[in-house]
């Protein structure tokens, strides 16, 4: 039915994920990183899009982007460095991660 409305099945899904997109402080985020669940992607990097392929499951293009650290954990100095400058990120949830971008 969407089709008849010319909206495509990807703009569907991009467009709910934007929806569930949001700041949110660090601090309400280390559970999530003290079970291994956080990436965080770089600014160059479309957060929605990065969310899009990793719901889509396209693992040639997460692995590209993994080899060119665009994506990558958060690793304990960022996360320190974030709970000390009581950081405000967005993030997006593709389960189990948790999609992470600084916008500083």
């Given at each position: 039915?969407?089709?008849?409305?010319?909206?495509?099945?990807?703009?569907?899904?991009?467009?709910?994920?934007?929806?569930?997109?949001?700041?949110?402080?660090?601090?309400?985020?280390?559970?999530?990183?003290?079970?291994?669940?956080?990436?965080?992607?770089?600014?160059q990097?479309?957060?929605?899009?990065?969310?899009?392929?990793?719901?889509q499951?396209?693992?040639?293009?997460?692995?590209?982007?993994?080899?060119q650290?665009?994506i990558?954990?958060?690793?304990?100095?960022?996360?320190?460095?974030?709970?000390?400058?009581?950081?405000?990120?967005?993030?997006?949830?593709?389960?189990?991660?948790v999609?992470?971008?600084?916008?500083?």
């Open positions: 039915m969407s089709e008849d409305f010319g909206i495509s099945q990807k703009e569907l899904i991009r467009g709910k994920l934007n929806s569930e997109t949001a700041r949110i402080a660090w601090k309400e985020l280390q559970r999530y990183f003290a079970g291994g669940y956080t990436l965080v992607i770089d600014q990097l479309d957060l929605i899009e990065v969310a899009y392929q990793i719901q499951d396209n693992s040639v293009q997460i692995e590209q982007w993994m080899q650290n665009l990558s954990q958060v690793s304990n100095a960022q996360a320190r460095r974030w709970f000390n400058d009581d950081a405000k990120l967005w993030a997006c949830v593709v389960k189990p991660w999609l992470l971008q600084d916008p500083d």
